[in-house]
């Protein structure tokens, strides 16, 4: 971390506890996303095993936002009037 003696003296516990918080919170995102994705993969598992016509339908592409970048810029700039 190429932290020396003084500087890691220097810090206050709340600076620790906010590192070791924030670590265990990444944790936590990435052990949930392991599971989502374990949970869509069983269940096309699961249809391939029980031979469903869901099966050949692709997975669904995960989104964070509804909208994409290009149709968020679009919006905003309509919302100011700059575009029709």
Same mark, same amino acid.
């Given at each position: 971390?190429?932290?020396?003696? =003084? &500087?890691?003296? =220097?810090?206050?516990?709340?600076?620790?506890?906010?590192?070791? /918080?924030?670590?265990?919170?990444? /944790?936590?995102?990435?052990?949930? =996303?392991?599971?989502?994705? $374990?949970?869509? *993969?069983? $269940?096309?598992?699961? +249809?391939? %095993?029980? $031979?469903?016509?869901?099966? &050949?339908?692709?997975?669904?592409? %995960? #989104?964070? !936002?509804? +909208? &994409? #970048?290009?149709?968020?810029? *679009?919006? !905003?700039? /309509?919302?100011?009037?700059?575009?029709?």
């Amino acid at each position: 971390m190429n932290i020396n003696y =003084d &500087s890691l003296l =220097d810090k206050d516990i709340r600076y620790y506890n906010n590192c070791i /918080r924030g670590w265990l919170k990444k /944790r936590e995102f990435i052990m949930n =996303d392991n599971a989502h994705i $374990g949970h869509m *993969l069983a $269940g096309k598992i699961a +249809q391939a %095993v029980w $031979g469903n016509k869901d099966f &050949s339908k692709p997975i669904d592409k %995960v #989104r964070l !936002t509804k +909208q &994409s #970048r290009k149709e968020k810029i *679009l919006e !905003t700039l /309509r919302n100011k009037g700059l575009i029709d």
